[in-house]
């Protein structure tokens, strides 16, 4: 069974620029989380969809900070404009429905510059 | 409220037992997990444990639970050198929807 894919692996930008994260969860996941992880710190949830709909993102800096999931699979996560403190790696996770265990991407590591 | 507290740093040697502790905020709580993270890679799931057990053993994972203390732990017996990462637990607060809160996570060094 394939895992979940994340792209790119890496991004480097200049603040105030736009960048967006694309994840392709487990087939037949339902559930798909996005994370963003610090250095140094442990992942914090950002949004959670269930299908193409959103359950929470309460944590999620909507000005500048927006995702979707159109068809109920792929999902992107876009910043724009970018600030120095987004630097972080960018988690993706799919659960086959909410509560049950989450697997996760390799992430996407972006550098604001 | 939620927060789950671990030490930052854990140093063994190959063929020890290692112990990495964790604290949560959430007595209600349904389950608690331990990922482990490798440089450069996503998060993996090691394990995890129900709130109505204490004990959870899988090959060479012991997981036990104090509900009473809030406070988990992973043992890991015969600790290898690839073992060496970042271990992080997790709890599934017990409002809304399951999201997971992650510990700052332990930074395990196993040496030769």
């Given at each position: 069974e394939a895992g979940v894919a994340q792209s790119p692996r890496y991004k480097i930008i200049e603040k105030r620029q736009s960048v967006a994260f694309w994840c392709n969860p487990i087939s037949g996941h339902a559930t798909l989380y996005w994370y963003q992880q610090i250095l140094g710190q442990g992942p914090k949830l950002l949004i959670q969809f269930q299908n193409n709909g959103v359950v929470d993102d309460s944590q999620l800096p909507k000005d500048r900070f927006s995702a979707e999931r159109l068809k109920g699979v792929d999902s992107t996560l876009k910043i724009?404009?970018?600030?120095?403190?987004?630097s972080a790696v960018y988690l993706c996770a799919s659960s086959k429905e909410d509560g049950d265990t989450q697997y996760f991407g390799p992430g996407t590591r972006l550098t604001v510059l | 409220g939620e927060d789950v507290e671990q030490s930052l740093f854990l140093s063994v040697r190959e063929g020890d037992s290692s112990v990495i502790n964790c604290t949560y905020t959430d007595s209600s709580s349904t389950y608690l997990y331990w990922y482990k993270q490798e440089p450069g890679a996503g998060l993996q799931l090691l394990t995890y444990i129900f709130s109505n057990m204490d004990m959870k053993q899988d090959q060479r994972l012991t997981v036990l639970l104090n509900k009473k203390d809030k406070h988990l732990s992973l043992r890991i017996a015969d600790?290898?050198?690839?073992?060496s990462a970042i271990y992080f637990c997790a709890e599934t607060p017990s409002t809304g929807f399951q999201k997971l809160v992650f510990g700052t996570g332990t930074r395990l060094l196993v040496s030769p």
């Open positions: 724009q404009p970018a600030k120095l403190e987004d | 600790t290898q050198t690839g073992d």
